[in-house]
């Protein structure tokens, strides 16, 4: 089954809406097989947006990750990566439908809530560099019999 890496911002967690995100994809049928509490280091936030090296907000972005503790998580399910990115909403708070995490506790683009992996790649990628493969667990949920 499909997964994806996604995390609760240093801003989603001051905020207090852990709960409300994780809420959200338990609604919707996705499976919650990971997920921790964790200060990210510069080392793991360079890495992690490695990608974004050459833009001008590269150093925001490190100092903004690595500000105060995050959520990180892994979900299951099908087509889990683009139905995240959908529930996410538009990187863009400002941009993001009503509905969507961003568009709801959202305001600027600097202070997201929420970052979710972008492709199978970039999911498996992000999930190996958060996760031990021992952090993670297989179950099943009898309640996946009445969503697929
Ligand atoms: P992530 O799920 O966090 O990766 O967001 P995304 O995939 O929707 O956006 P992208 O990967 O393009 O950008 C990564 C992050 O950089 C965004 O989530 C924003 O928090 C931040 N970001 C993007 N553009 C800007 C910008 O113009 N200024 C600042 N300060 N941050 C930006
Ligand atoms: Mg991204």
């Not at 490190?62 to 990180?72: C, D, K, L, R, Y």
């Not at 683009?109 to 992000?126: C, L, P, Q, T």
């Amino acid at each position: 089954m499909e997964r994806t890496f996604l995390m609760v911002k240093p801003d989603g967690v001051q905020r207090g809406v852990i709960g409300d995100i994780v809420a959200r994809f338990e609604r919707k049928g996705f499976q919650l097989v990971g997920a921790k509490l964790m200060q990210v280091s510069r080392e793991l936030a360079e890495q992690h947006y490695a990608e974004h090296k050459e833009r001008p907000f590269f150093g925001e972005l490190v100092e903004f990750i690595t500000s105060g503790p995050v959520f990180a998580m892994v979900w299951e399910g099908e087509n889990v990566i683009a139905t995240a990115r959908q529930m996410m909403g538009k990187t863009n708070p400002q941009e993001a439908l009503p509905g969507t995490i961003r568009g709801d506790f959202g305001l600027t683009v600097g202070k997201n809530i929420i970052h979710g992996s972008d492709s199978k790649e970039s999911a498996a990628r992000e999930i190996q560099l958060f996760f031990k493969e021992e952090e993670l667990v297989s179950y099943n949920k009898l309640i996946n019999e009445w969503v697929y």
